[in-house]
């Protein structure tokens, strides 16, 4: 009740929308009961799957917990299987896209859903013991249908293909044929590249698995001695991310055994600074204005140009005054639900039609508590670095966002940056001594770089800035 009352009183304000409430999640109340068991089950393996991993009794608990529901989830895939249609992939090519992706969405509220994630705790479990063997047969029942928790469909490919790679390949032993080990061997790493193949034509596996799942595929055909000619094609193939230039500054670290936390540098105001505002002073030293605005420059970007279709009323998403998402953000529907409405949009974005709808939206919603949001980013700020950014790059990074929101609403560079007399926009990450680049973080790179965005990679470290100022 706090956020309503919250809401009633006027300390905080939701966006405006059309509320549709859902009256249809449960058939009857038999599966509200399950649903609510099987929840109960969810949450207990879930805190077992937390001890650590050489608590094994823990596990052991947890597998024997999973016993129990394997062969009610395997009459369930086979269930779904029969029904044909809970079980086809989801293409979205009709134009009952959205009746699909709504009924995608609410499939979460069933016992089946809930039972998925109970069987992919089992698989953790089973990895966890060492029981590989196990392991892979759950993965398989997994991928075996696309009724549930399709996101996690990459992940679900990257266990399976190293499974086959690495722990379930036949060891040569002493003394045995060389010949029918060489054999086995060659034919669990086929197996592996051929999941590989299949995983790079599931259109439900994200950008950060197909860079993992696509340098699999490689390493393995390099061990299976392919000739390039025999090497696998495909357009979703993605080895190396596009790199940044990079750029090293120097600062005074300041040295304090007791702090806990991101480390402090002497900034140019003689104050304790984060690396990152120690980088930002040092770009405007070169001309720049700009921001330590992390991941919030994307977003707020892409939630004002997508705000009527963020809280575009569809059932089950908008079902009471006081939210500041729809309940299926970051969910496999929320892009399937809204494609034609976000694909028009994004080819408005592309054609230059951008900052009025940036402004109409940020007068519209100030203040409103909106996902993404950061209103202490001005619209003049937000409007610079649209119009320096430029359509063709802003709606490859919406389009991005709109597919992928839960994955990759994190990872954006740290600053952003921008020079009035060039009008070039610049996107920076911050590492100081030690820190490397997160797949995520060099995953969007490569979009900007590749979208012709400039972004660089800013490494601090320590030392006097006079000693290595240029001539």
Partial sequence: MKVAVLATIGQIRFPKYNVVRSYDLFASRDDVIQYKALLEVDSQMSELGSALVKDTEKHKQGWDLFLTYRDAWAHHVKSLNEKGGLNRPLTFSGTSDEVVAIEYWKRRFTSG??????VERGAKFAANLKQFADEEGILQSLLAQTAYRLGKRGDWYERLILLHSAHLKP???KGGDKQTS???LRQALL???DLCIRALNDQHVGRL???SISRQMR???????FEKDQLYQHSRVLLEWEPAPERTVYGVRINDRNRRG???WDGNDEIPCSVERLALWRYQSLGYNGLHSENAMATTLFSLLFWDIIFHPLPGTLDTEYQSRPLDMGNESFYFSRQTLIEERLKEIAGGEFADIILANYDFGYGAECVGVSWDITCDQLLIVAKYIGGYGLAAICKVLAREYRSKSSGFPDLCLWNSVTEKVMFVEVKGPKDKLSDSQRDWIDILVSNGISVEVCLVREGDARDHEEP
């Fill in 191 to 193: 197996t592996a590249r």
């Fill in 182 to 184: 060489d054999t086995l």
């Fill in 113 to 118: 859903s809930v039972l998925a994630r109970i």
């Fill in 171 to 173: 060891k040569r032993a």
């Fill in 262 to 264: 991101p480390s402090l």
């Fill in 219 to 225: 390493a393995l055909e390099a061990k299976l001695s």
């Fill in 209 to 211: 698995s197909l860079h």
